[in-house]
């Protein structure tokens, strides 16, 4: 095949992989990951620059981060928008506190011992709740059927 070709087509073929029917949710859920981690190391660069400590510094980019992660979540990643978004919103700020207060634990505990630069702390950190944080997001926040408070399915909006 010829080479010059063989590059043009790639990028087509990534994009189909990553959204079409081949991308997997946990493909997507990965990308997604990589585009709140750099997210993510930038937030946090600014809040150490301003002379915020590691955790405290932390915390605060988890607030300023949880928007693109429901976003992407929702609209991208589990496609889910057929349920409620307000629903939804709730359910993905509780799951993902649990997540997150795991996450801060590792990122804490990293950063107040073994002194590793921040970008890789926050990566050992995230890696930390990856599949839980997969499996909760895809079955109980995103998942289909989800029932309402009163019992009944919600419907789509």
Request: net charge positive.
């Amino acid at each position: 095949m010829d080479p010059a070709r063989l590059g043009a087509a790639a990028p087509g073929r990534i994009s189909r992989w990553i959204g079409g029917a081949r991308g997997s949710s946990f493909v997507r859920f990965a990308l997604g990951g990589l585009l709140t981690y750099a997210a993510t190391i930038g937030v946090l660069a600014l809040w150490l620059a301003v002379g915020l400590p590691g955790p405290a510094a932390y915390a605060v980019t988890h607030c300023t981060v949880l928007a693109l992660g429901f976003v992407l979540n929702r609209y991208w990643i589990f496609r889910a928008r057929a349920g409620r978004a307000t629903a939804q919103g709730i359910r993905f700020v509780v799951a993902s506190l649990g997540f997150r207060f795991v996450d801060w634990c590792v990122y804490s505990a990293i950063d107040l011992t073994l002194g590793l630069p921040a970008p890789l702390t926050v990566m050992l950190a995230n890696l930390s709740a990856l599949p839980l944080k997969f499996h909760s997001y895809r079955s109980q926040v995103f998942g289909p059927g989800r029932p309402r408070q009163d019992g009944l399915a919600e419907r789509p909006t």
